[in-house]
Structures are given as structure tokens and as C-alpha cells.
């Protein structure tokens, strides 16, 4: 269930923002209740951290799947950790997503200060991409703007302009 209120995709399904908030919200629940139910799913855990990142809350995001780590660290006997180690991919690969995007911004920004705009493009093209589902909007934003900035110094103004039309299109 959690998985369907997250589906619509921001800027390309017509979901009012009113709305994906409200979805997001509802999926947030479910995905608190699924992990209070069972601590050890990494699966939930993923998906409520991906509901955090939906609502703009990526530092949290970013905590619960380092608490996660941490835990699925802990002593666990063989046959749950073998279970767990194939389930604990989910969390370990969205935190990993995160991190690269987050280096690639900041490569990106700081090609851009150095004036190496083709750099600073192909950085922030990177950060972009690490998120196709556009789970956090706002850095998404962020990024595209950054990219559109390099677009239009490296004279691409109609790339550039497409990265602005993805941006009002993603945050009206």
C-alpha cells in the first residue's frame, strides 16, 4: 500500500501537491505501523524513509537509515542473519543513493565556483539521476537549478530552460 500512495510521480502524473501530501502522509503511517510491527523489516524502514524524503524530511531520512545500519549490525544468530542481510539491501542502497546525489551536489557546486561549468553540468546531471522517482522534491529542485545555471553558462539555454520548465512543473 505503501508503495501505490508513493507511486504518482511529481511533475509527470498531474497529482495536485495537496494531494501528494496527503498520500504521502497516509503511506508515512502505514510505513511507521509496518515497522513497529516488525523492527527487523528493513523493507519497511526503507519505504518510511522514502516517505520522509516525499515530505521534504531528508535529514530524518537520513537518520532512520543510519540508525538502521546500526542495528542491522547488531548480533544476530545465523539463519536471521543471512534473512536479514538479503533484506537489509533496501535501506543500504536508498542510504548509498543518497550519498552519492549529496557528493555529486557538492562537486557540482564546487565545479561551478572554479568556473568549470561543463564539470559542474555533468555533476549535477549526476545528483539528479541518482533519484528517479524524485523522492525529494526540494533537492531535486535544487539540483535542477544548479544544472540549468551550467546549462545556460555553457550556453545550452534550451536545456536550460527545460530544467527550469521541470522545476515549476515539480514545485508550482
Same mark, same amino acid.
Given at each position: 500500500? *505503501?508503495q501505490?500512495?508513493?507511486?504518482?510521480?511529481?511533475?509527470?502524473? &498531474?497529482?495536485?501537491?495537496?494531494?501528494? $501530501?496527503? %498520500? $504521502?502522509?497516509?503511506?508515512?503511517?502505514?510505513?511507521?505501523? +509496518?515497522?513497529?510491527?516488525?523492527?527487523?523489516?528493513?523493507d519497511?524502514?526503507? %519505504?518510511?524513509a522514502?516517505?520522509?524524503?516525499?515530505?521534504g524530511?531528508r535529514?530524518?531520512?537520513?537518520?532512520?537509515?543510519? !540508525?538502521?545500519?546500526?542495528?542491522?549490525?547488531? &548480533?544476530?544468530?545465523?539463519?536471521?542473519?543471512?534473512?536479514?542481510?538479503?533484506?537489509?539491501?533496501? @535501506?543500504?542502497?536508498?542510504s548509498? @543513493?543518497l550519498?552519492? +546525489?549529496?557528493?555529486?551536489?557538492?562537486?557540482?557546486?564546487?565545479?561551478?565556483?572554479?568556473?568549470?561549468?561543463?564539470?559542474?553540468?555533468?555533476? #549535477?546531471?549526476?545528483?539528479?539521476?541518482?533519484?528517479? !522517482?524524485?523522492?525529494?522534491?526540494? #533537492?531535486?529542485?535544487?539540483i535542477?537549478?544548479?544544472? !540549468?545555471?551550467?546549462?545556460?553558462?555553457?550556453?545550452?539555454?534550451?536545456?536550460?530552460?527545460?530544467?527550469?520548465?521541470? $522545476? *515549476?512543473?515539480? !514545485?508550482?
Amino acid at each position: 500500500k *505503501v508503495q501505490v500512495l508513493l507511486l504518482p510521480l511529481p511533475g509527470r502524473s &498531474g497529482q495536485e501537491p495537496a494531494a501528494r $501530501t496527503s %498520500w $504521502t502522509q497516509e503511506a508515512l503511517r502505514e510505513a511507521k505501523g +509496518a515497522c513497529e510491527a516488525r523492527p527487523e523489516d528493513d523493507d519497511a524502514l526503507a %519505504w518510511q524513509a522514502r516517505c520522509l524524503l516525499r515530505l521534504g524530511r531528508r535529514h530524518e531520512a537520513r537518520e532512520l537509515l543510519h !540508525s538502521a545500519s546500526g542495528f542491522h549490525e547488531g &548480533g544476530l544468530h545465523d539463519g536471521e542473519e543471512r534473512r536479514h542481510s538479503a533484506a537489509s539491501s533496501s @535501506s543500504s542502497l536508498l542510504s548509498s @543513493s543518497l550519498r552519492r +546525489a549529496e557528493a555529486a551536489q557538492q562537486r557540482g557546486q564546487a565545479a561551478m565556483e572554479r568556473g568549470d561549468f561543463l564539470e559542474a553540468e555533468a555533476h #549535477f546531471s549526476a545528483a539528479f539521476d541518482s533519484d528517479p !522517482s524524485l523522492l525529494d522534491i526540494d #533537492f531535486s529542485v535544487g539540483i535542477l537549478c544548479s544544472r !540549468s545555471r551550467a546549462r545556460h553558462r555553457l550556453g545550452q539555454l534550451d536545456a536550460a530552460l527545460e530544467d527550469l520548465q521541470l $522545476t *515549476v512543473a515539480l !514545485s508550482p
